[in-house]
C-alpha cells in the first residue's frame, strides 16, 4: 500500500533524515524491533528499514534512515505531502521484552534510532533503562532529547570528546558494567564493529546480550539468503529469524565479510543517480 509522508525532519543535513508515515495498520501492530520494507519507485527495489517509533492511537510510524545509496536518495528526495508507493509491516521478530530490572540500550550512528523504539519498550515494561549513544562528534549524535523522556539515564561518548566521555560506548558500558551489578540485560543497535565490541565487553560479566543485524537485510522476506547469518552455528536469516539475536553466539566475522558483499554495486548505483540528478556523490 501507498503511504503520506506527514513530517520530514532533517537530522544531520545531507547524511541522516527523519520520516513520520500515515500508517494506521501498520502503527496498530508495530513492536519494537519491528521493521518495514518499502519502495519509492516503480523500477525501483524493496529496501528495510527499522521502526524507530510508532503511535497507534496517530496512526503513525517513523523511519530514520542514512543517505547511503540510490534508493534512499530517492526516498529523501521526496517531502511532506507526498506519497512513498509501497510500505509494508511490521515485519520481523518483536524484541523479547519483559521486565527484568536494569536494561542497557547502547545505539552508535543510525541504530540510535532503532535503539530507541526498544528502549521505549523496555521503559514501558518497567524497566530502568540506562541509554548509552555514541557519536563521532556531538553534531553527529541522534534522539538524544527523545530518549532522555523515558531513560533514566542518558550517557554519551563522542570519539572526539566534544560531548560526553572522550572514547567509545564500549568504555562507557565496560564502566557500569563494573560499577552495576544490577544490569539484568544489554541490548545493542548500530554498526556491526560496534556491536561486536559491546558482545566482548558483556561476555565476562555474563549479562544477556542482545544485537540487532538490520544492517545486513536486503528484501526482508528472506528469499534472497543475502542476510544469512551464522548464530550458535545454524544458519539463520535476519529478515525472518531476527532481526536479533544472541551477540554472544553471532559469528560477527562471516557477518562483517557477507555485509561488504553488495558495496560496489550500491556505489556505483548512488554515483550514477547523482550524475543524472546534478548531486555529489
Not at 244 to 264: C, I, T, W
Amino acid at each position: 500500500m501507498s503511504t503520506t509522508i506527514l513530517k520530514k525532519r532533517i537530522l544531520i543535513p545531507g547524511r541522516v533524515t527523519e520520516m513520520t508515515l500515515d500508517a494506521p495498520e501498520i502503527a496498530a501492530k508495530a513492536k519494537p524491533g519491528n521493521f518495514v520494507i518499502l519502495r519509492v519507485a516503480e523500477d525501483g527495489e524493496r529496501f528495510p528499514l527499522t521502526i524507530a517509533d510508532a503511535d497507534a492511537g496517530k496512526g503513525t510510524i517513523t523511519i530514520v534512515y542514512l543517505v547511503l545509496g540510490k534508493s534512499t536518495a530517492i526516498l529523501d528526495s521526496l517531502g511532506e505531502g507526498d506519497a512513498v508507493l509501497d510500505l509494508c509491516g511490521p515485519l520481523g521478530r518483536a524484541t523479547d521484552i519483559h521486565k527484568v530490572g536494569t536494561v542497557i540500550c547502547v545505539g552508535g550512528g543510525t541504530g540510535i534510532a532503532a535503539m530507541h523504539h526498544i528502549a521505549k519498550g523496555h521503559a514501558q515494561a518497567g524497566n530502568k533503562v540506562v541509554s548509552i549513544i555514541g557519536a563521532r562528534s556531538a553534531d553527529l549524535l541522534l534522539f538524544e532529547e527523545e530518549l532522555s523522556k523515558f531513560s533514566h539515564e542518558v550517557l554519551i561518548a563522542t570519539d572526539d570528546g566534544s560531548k560526553g566521555q572522550k572514547g567509545f560506548v564500549t568504555q562507557v558500558l565496560k564502566e557500569r558494567l563494573e560499577s552495576d551489578p544490577e544490569v539484568k540485560e544489554v541490548v545493542a543497535v548500530g554498526p556491526v564493529p560496534m556491536m561486536r565490541a559491546v558482545a566482548e565487553v558483556t561476555r565476562p560479566f555474563g549479562v544477556k546480550t542482545v544485537v540487532s543485524l538490520n544492517s545486513i537485510m536486503v528484501d526482508g522476506i528472506g528469499m534472497c539468503g543475502a542476510c544469512r547469518v551464522r548464530v550458535d552455528d545454524s544458519i539463520r536469516f535476519a529478515c525472518v529469524d531476527g532481526p536479533e539475536f544472541d551477540a554472544h553466539k553471532v559469528d560477527f566475522g562471516e557477518l562483517m565479510m557477507r555485509l561488504g558483499s553488495y558495496v560496489p554495486q550500491e556505489k556505483q548505483s548512488y554515483k550514477c543517480y547523482c550524475e543524472c540528478h546534478g548531486k555529489e556523490s
